[in-house]
Protein backbone atom coordinates (compact mmCIF):
# COMPACT_ATOMS: atom_id res chain seq x y z
CA UNK A 1 0.00 0.00 0.00
CA UNK A 2 1.36 3.71 -1.00
CA UNK A 3 0.44 6.64 1.32
CA UNK A 4 -0.28 10.20 -0.37
CA UNK A 5 -0.21 13.55 1.08
CA UNK A 6 -3.68 13.12 2.55
CA UNK A 7 -3.23 9.88 4.70
CA UNK A 8 -5.25 7.86 1.89
CA UNK A 9 -3.78 4.42 1.17
CA UNK A 10 -3.65 3.33 -2.32
CA UNK A 11 -2.97 0.11 -3.44
CA UNK A 12 0.21 0.08 -5.91
CA UNK A 13 -2.18 -2.43 -8.12
CA UNK A 14 -4.47 0.67 -8.82
CA UNK A 15 -1.70 2.96 -9.77
CA UNK A 16 0.04 0.72 -12.10
CA UNK A 17 -3.43 0.03 -13.48
CA UNK A 18 -3.62 3.40 -14.87
CA UNK A 19 -0.46 3.25 -16.24
CA UNK A 20 -0.64 0.54 -18.19
CA UNK A 21 -3.89 1.98 -19.35
CA UNK A 22 -2.73 5.07 -20.11
CA UNK A 23 0.34 3.62 -22.11
CA UNK A 24 -0.95 1.46 -23.92
CA UNK A 25 -2.44 3.56 -25.47
CA UNK A 26 -0.21 6.58 -26.26
CA UNK A 27 2.67 3.94 -26.73
CA UNK A 28 5.18 4.89 -24.06
CA UNK A 29 7.06 2.46 -21.82
CA UNK A 30 4.00 0.75 -20.34
CA UNK A 31 2.91 -0.19 -24.01
CA UNK A 32 1.85 -3.82 -23.84
CA UNK A 33 4.38 -6.30 -25.07
CA UNK A 34 5.21 -9.66 -25.10
CA UNK A 35 8.31 -11.87 -24.21
CA UNK A 36 10.02 -15.44 -26.29
CA UNK A 37 7.00 -17.36 -24.87
CA UNK A 38 4.18 -15.00 -25.38
CA UNK A 39 3.44 -14.21 -21.99
CA UNK A 40 3.56 -10.29 -20.83
CA UNK A 41 6.63 -8.92 -19.75
CA UNK A 42 6.88 -7.07 -16.59
CA UNK A 43 7.99 -3.51 -15.76
CA UNK A 44 9.05 -2.65 -12.56
CA UNK A 45 8.16 0.81 -11.64
CA UNK A 46 9.64 3.18 -9.04
CA UNK A 47 8.00 6.15 -7.71
CA UNK A 48 9.83 8.72 -7.03
CA UNK A 49 8.44 12.29 -5.88
CA UNK A 50 9.83 15.71 -7.87
CA UNK A 51 11.78 18.24 -5.39
CA UNK A 52 8.72 20.48 -6.89
CA UNK A 53 6.50 18.02 -5.90
CA UNK A 54 3.72 19.53 -3.54
CA UNK A 55 0.80 18.40 -2.12
CA UNK A 56 -1.92 20.92 -3.85
CA UNK A 57 -6.37 21.43 -2.02
CA UNK A 58 -8.19 21.93 -5.25
CA UNK A 59 -11.80 22.45 -5.63
CA UNK A 60 -12.19 23.60 -9.07
CA UNK A 61 -10.74 23.59 -12.12
CA UNK A 62 -11.19 25.76 -15.57
CA UNK A 63 -9.37 25.01 -18.91
CA UNK A 64 -9.98 25.00 -22.70
CA UNK A 65 -9.54 21.96 -25.44
CA UNK A 66 -8.12 21.68 -29.07
CA UNK A 67 -7.65 18.74 -31.21
CA UNK A 68 -4.26 17.92 -29.74
CA UNK A 69 -4.65 18.49 -26.34
CA UNK A 70 -6.63 19.51 -23.18
CA UNK A 71 -5.75 22.41 -20.76
CA UNK A 72 -6.67 22.48 -17.30
CA UNK A 73 -6.13 25.25 -14.33
CA UNK A 74 -6.84 23.56 -11.12
CA UNK A 75 -7.82 26.16 -8.60
CA UNK A 76 -8.77 27.13 -4.88
CA UNK A 77 -11.79 29.36 -4.04
CA UNK A 78 -11.95 30.75 -0.96
CA UNK A 79 -13.66 33.75 0.86
CA UNK A 80 -11.57 37.19 0.49
CA UNK A 81 -9.68 38.60 3.10
CA UNK A 82 -10.98 41.70 4.21
CA UNK A 83 -8.53 44.67 3.32
CA UNK A 84 -8.80 45.96 6.61
CA UNK A 85 -10.65 45.71 9.98
CA UNK A 86 -11.03 48.04 13.03
CA UNK A 87 -10.23 46.56 16.53
CA UNK A 88 -11.09 47.90 19.89
CA UNK A 89 -8.02 48.29 22.78
CA UNK A 90 -10.20 44.95 24.04
CA UNK A 91 -9.22 42.84 20.57
CA UNK A 92 -12.84 43.42 19.42
CA UNK A 93 -13.60 43.62 15.77
CA UNK A 94 -15.88 46.76 15.49
CA UNK A 95 -15.41 47.01 11.80
CA UNK A 96 -14.54 45.79 8.10
CA UNK A 97 -13.79 47.00 5.08
CA UNK A 98 -14.44 44.02 2.38
CA UNK A 99 -12.94 44.79 -1.10
CA UNK A 100 -14.51 44.64 -4.30
CA UNK A 101 -14.66 40.75 -4.72
CA UNK A 102 -15.97 37.80 -2.25
CA UNK A 103 -14.13 35.57 -3.72
CA UNK A 104 -10.62 34.93 -4.00
CA UNK A 105 -9.42 32.09 -6.95
CA UNK A 106 -6.05 31.01 -6.80
CA UNK A 107 -4.47 29.10 -9.76
CA UNK A 108 -2.41 26.68 -7.86
CA UNK A 109 -1.55 24.64 -11.11
CA UNK A 110 -2.05 24.42 -14.75
CA UNK A 111 -1.65 20.89 -16.88
CA UNK A 112 -1.46 19.84 -20.17
CA UNK A 113 -2.40 16.41 -21.79
CA UNK A 114 -3.35 14.93 -24.30
CA UNK A 115 -7.13 13.83 -25.39
CA UNK A 116 -6.88 9.86 -24.84
CA UNK A 117 -4.20 11.19 -21.18
CA UNK A 118 -7.58 13.26 -20.12
CA UNK A 119 -10.42 10.44 -20.36
CA UNK A 120 -7.87 7.69 -18.95
CA UNK A 121 -7.47 9.99 -15.67
CA UNK A 122 -11.64 11.52 -15.93
CA UNK A 123 -12.24 7.23 -15.70
CA UNK A 124 -9.56 6.94 -12.89
CA UNK A 125 -11.05 9.60 -11.23
CA UNK A 126 -14.44 8.11 -11.48
CA UNK A 127 -13.52 5.11 -10.17
CA UNK A 128 -11.96 6.44 -6.95
CA UNK A 129 -15.47 8.57 -6.70
CA UNK A 130 -17.23 5.13 -6.60
CA UNK A 131 -14.38 3.63 -4.57
CA UNK A 132 -14.87 6.67 -1.77
CA UNK A 133 -18.92 6.24 -2.17
CA UNK A 134 -18.64 2.63 -1.27
CA UNK A 135 -16.29 3.11 1.95
CA UNK A 136 -18.38 6.07 2.78
CA UNK A 137 -21.79 3.88 2.64
CA UNK A 138 -23.31 6.35 0.05
CA UNK A 139 -23.78 6.22 -4.22
CA UNK A 140 -24.89 8.33 -6.50
Request: negative net charge; glycine residues 8%; aromatic residues 8%.
Amino acid sequence: MLTCGTGMLYSEQDILSTDRRIGQEEGDLMASSRGKNGQSKTHDVRFEKSPNYRHIPVNGVWGSASAQEIHANFFFDRTAFPESITLEESGMEVDRKMGQFAVTRTLEVGISMTPTAARSIAEWLLEKVEESDRVRGTSQ
